[in-house]
Each structure stands twice: as structure tokens, then as C-alpha cells.
């Protein structure tokens, strides 16, 4: 099986300059872009986050998002 391309660094950096430079919503864009090239997150899994995922009930921000659980994993513990 042949392994997936990864990005170099110069790319990755190039990725994010263009991203802000083009977007209409660059920050809403580059979390998108951050969560499923730092996080491994699926699209189908981005598209499903809600502000509540990201936020504490204090509106504080959360210390890794990359620790965020999909509601399918949140399922599963409430039910075993």
C-alpha cells in the first residue's frame, strides 16, 4: 500500500499565507484547515463541531482542541 503525501513545512506555511490571503473567512478557514491537518479530524467530523464543542459553559476557551470527542465516541461511553 502506498503511503499518503504529507506536506512539507515550506508548504504548510505556504497553505496557511494563501488561505488568509484569499478567504472570505480566513479564521474560520484555517481552523478548518488546522483541525484536520494537526488533528487528523475527518470533514465529516469538522462539519459536525458546534461553538459548544469549542467553548466551556465560561466562554473560555478550551487548552487542546484536539481533544475534542465526536459524538459518535460520546455515544458510545454513555452507553457502555
Known amino acids: 500500500?502506498?503511503?499518503a503525501?504529507?506536506?512539507k513545512p515550506g508548504q504548510f506555511?505556504?497553505?496557511l499565507r494563501v488561505t488568509t490571503a484569499t478567504s472570505r473567512h480566513p479564521e474560520r478557514d484555517l481552523v478548518i484547515l488546522l483541525l484536520g491537518i494537526m488533528c487528523g479530524?475527518?470533514?465529516?467530523?469538522i462539519a459536525q463541531i458546534e461553538?459548544?464543542?469549542l467553548l466551556h459553559p465560561a466562554?473560555?476557551?478550551r487548552n487542546a482542541a484536539c481533544g475534542l470527542r465526536s459524538r459518535r465516541d460520546a455515544a458510545k461511553d454513555a452507553f457502555t
Open 13 to 15: 506555511r505556504h497553505l
Open 5 to 7: 503525501t504529507t506536506l
Open 59 to 61: 466562554l473560555s476557551r
Open 51 to 53: 461553538v459548544a464543542d
Open 41 to 45: 479530524m475527518r470533514v465529516s467530523e
Open 1 to 3: 500500500m502506498a503511503q
